[in-house]
């Protein structure tokens, strides 16, 4: 079972943490779908925490397919997160046929030896899910893939998510469910895909607001939901 929760800042993060948060996805703007934050606060985020925290590495907003200056700076902002130590990424990159960008995702890779990388939900722009699946899994690198089963939200792919799941049967990358799960709909989606592991961003906030702070007792409760089914309860 694994509960990542989105942050903004080291106080968000820490609010996530006393939630029973597993795992931060420290980004910026969350109304673009996320982008890269500001890194020179790399020190602070990690000394917020004991949690692991992934880093977005995304230049904007829109689609996926970047142009070679966006491609370096991504790898230079890779670099930089490798430097700050403690801390691995979250990105994702296509060609414009809608298949995993292998050139562009080698390069990231490579900015980063050692460090592990969630590909983000790029992955529900692919043409082909089951095949943008194997693409990634022969790097080790990346052992993770945030997806709602190419829906506008996890809910209403769960039928795509659990075929994902069971193709990838446990093995890395580990499919991590996230997008539109909210308290209220977390129990039914987690026994319609079999999913433990989820991403949440607006439902860990007060009121629901992607743009409001974290509040700690939403992630609790969403917490007390995964564990009671965990339990068969």
């Known amino acids: 079972m694994l509960l990542e929760v989105i942050a903004c800042t080291p106080e968000e993060a820490a609010a996530a943490e006393r939630g029973g948060a597993d795992r931060i996805e420290w980004i910026a703007d969350p109304l673009s779908g996320g982008v890269t934050p500001d890194l020179s606060r790399a020190a602070e985020m990690r000394r917020a925490v004991k949690l692991p925290i992934r880093v977005m590495v995304r ?54 030896p050692g460090l592990a990388f969630t590909f983000h939900r790029a992955f529900d722009e692919a043409v082909d899910l089951p095949r943008a699946l194997e693409t990634l899994s022969v790097y080790p690198q990346v052992t993770d893939v945030l997806t709602s089963g190419g829906a506008p939200g996890a809910p209403e792919g769960a039928a795509a998510l659990a075929e994902l799941l069971r193709r990838s049967a446990g093995r890395p990358p580990r499919i991590l469910a996230g997008a539109g799960l909210t308290e209220r709909n977390l129990r039914p989606f987690l026994d319609a895909a079999g999913a ?10 007060f009121g629901g607001d992607p743009l409001a702070p974290v509040d700690p007792e939403r992630v609790r409760a969403l917490r007390r939901i995964m564990e009671e089914r965990a339990a068969g309860r």
């Open 59 to 112: 230049p904007r907003g829109g689609g996926f397919v970047y142009s070679e200056d966006e491609r370096e700076e991504m790898r230079r902002d890779i670099r930089r997160i490798a430097a700050a130590g403690g801390l691995d990424v979250v990105t994702g990159v296509l060609t414009p046929e809608g298949t995993v960008d292998e050139s562009a995702l080698a390069g990231l890779l490579n900015a980063g």
């Open 196 to 205: 433990d592991r989820i991403h949440i961003g607006s439902a860990a906030r």
